[in-house]
């Protein structure tokens, strides 16, 4: 497999860090070398998490240089903004339609229009895939699943280098029995949230 570059980009409380780890574990699964990195300091106080998952031999750093993702996962709009000069040419977004209000923006008491970082988006990457992860987590009963919904439109558009199909057997042995058939549900929501695209 060549060397994959990952950057998953959101706040605290959304599941990016497990969603780095399930996309390690699927890799490692194949007998993928995997390094990956978070940085989580205000995580808990709804600042912004990021993790960087790097898949191939020549991953010789956990941090990805600027310019060299192939696939950047934003959990919300303008996390996605602020983290895209890490995606190299050509690559992939994968973003959540639904708006956290950034706590700079609450500080400052400045509004936060999220039609317009997603306008901004459109115009500025080349492989946009937008997922209405809100509506995803209301079909599915719990507001805990956007991380999954976000992975399954990822292994869809072909740019995370793992299937639907592992990472689901992945989720089906991490994840406590009640909580499968939710988690399954949104994966492939959101890799039909994807087909659109593709």
């Not at 080349?126 to 079909?139: F, M, Q, S």
């Amino acid at each position: 497999m060549d060397m994959k570059n990952c950057i998953l980009a959101g706040v605290g409380g959304q599941g990016t860090v497990l969603a780095s780890k399930i996309i390690a574990q699927c890799a490692m699964e194949r007998g993928e070398f995997v390094r990956t990195a978070e940085t989580i300091g205000m995580a808990q106080r709804g600042g912004c998490v990021v993790s960087h998952v790097r898949v191939g031999e020549d991953a010789h750093s956990p941090l990805l240089p600027l310019g060299s993702a192939d696939l950047l996962i934003a959990f919300e709009p303008a996390e996605a903004v602020r983290t895209l000069p890490y995606l190299k040419e050509g690559g992939a977004v994968v973003v959540s339609t639904a708006p956290v209000q950034p706590v700079t923006v609450s500080l400052t008491g400045k509004s936060y229009d999220a039609g317009a970082v997603l306008g901004y988006l459109r115009e500025h990457c080349g492989t946009l895939v937008e997922v209405d992860t809100a509506g995803i987590c209301r079909d599915c009963g719990s507001p805990k699943v956007a991380n999954v919904a976000l992975l399954g439109a990822a292994a869809q558009c072909g740019a995370l280098g793992v299937s639907v199909a592992e990472l689901e057997d992945v989720l089906a042995r991490r994840l406590p029995a009640k909580f499968l058939d939710m988690n399954r549900r949104a994966l492939h929501a959101g890799a039909q949230a994807a087909k659109e695209v593709f």
